[in-house]
């Protein structure tokens, strides 16, 4: 005896070759799988250069930070935050265009003034070398900076004793970009100190003695030790 209340599906049968045909097109193909992953496969990896690029330089803010010998004060004063090299050129004194993201890949030793350049400026520069030369061998590391801010000539007998500086001119908003002076005070009192990645991150006193410059170098040296497999040599 049969029950009257079913009835019989009246729906057409489903051919296997249908069934199949919906099964593969609810997945996505091989293609859109990896067109999807590559793009946050390429972040990953662009991140992960960053990470590794900048990790010396971390790595240095740490040991000069953190890692400091104990009982000692930093004689420089932190730049906060730090401010990164303007996407801008300067000139050589020969009136050439110089990028100045081409001063990146070194520690620099930079101070501020005008083409005049008087007796303090000169200190000041003759400080900067003999500071460098106090470095030894990691002086070919390090850069030292005359950041000429003004149009003024300068003097051809100054330059004898600034072969081995890098001098360039530059105009005073660009310098203010990059460098900050406390308040009540000038960039060229001060002389900065640039790191490899093109960050002004430090400034010390423009005008010190011999102790002063012991205190200078002590607190470059945790910066450059940290760094030392990474930074490049001197120019």
Wanted: with cysteine; hydrophobic share 45%.
């Amino acid at each position: 005896m049969t029950n009257s209340s079913i009835t019989p599906d009246t729906r057409p049968a489903l051919q296997p070759g249908e069934a199949l045909e919906f099964m593969v097109h609810s997945l996505p193909s091989a293609q859109e799988a990896v067109s999807t992953a590559a793009p946050i496969n390429g972040r990953w990896k662009m991140l992960a250069i960053m990470l590794v690029c900048s990790m010396p330089v971390i790595a240095a803010y740490f040991a000069y930070y953190v890692v400091r010998p104990q009982g000692r004060a930093g004689f420089g004063e932190l730049i906060e935050p730090v401010r990164a090299v303007p996407g801008k050129a300067g000139l050589t004194l020969d009136g050439a265009a110089r990028p100045l993201s081409a001063l990146q890949g070194h520690w620099l030793l930079a101070a501020v003034a005008g083409g005049a350049c008087p007796d303090e400026c000169q200190q000041r520069l003759l400080l900067i070398r003999q500071l460098r030369a106090t470095l030894g061998h990691d002086k070919e590391r390090v850069d030292w900076v005359w950041l000429v801010s003004d149009q003024a000539p300068v003097d051809p007998g100054l330059l004898k004793g600034l072969q081995d500086a890098v001098v360039l001119r530059i105009d005073p908003p660009t310098l203010q970009q990059w460098f900050v002076a406390p308040p009540g005070h000038t960039l060229n009192q001060y002389l900065f100190v640039v790191d490899p990645l093109g960050n002004a991150m430090l400034r010390f006193p423009g005008q010190f003695d011999a102790a002063g410059a012991s205190k200078v170098r002590r607190d470059l040296e945790p910066l450059l030790r940290a760094s030392a497999t990474w930074d490049q040599q001197s120019r």
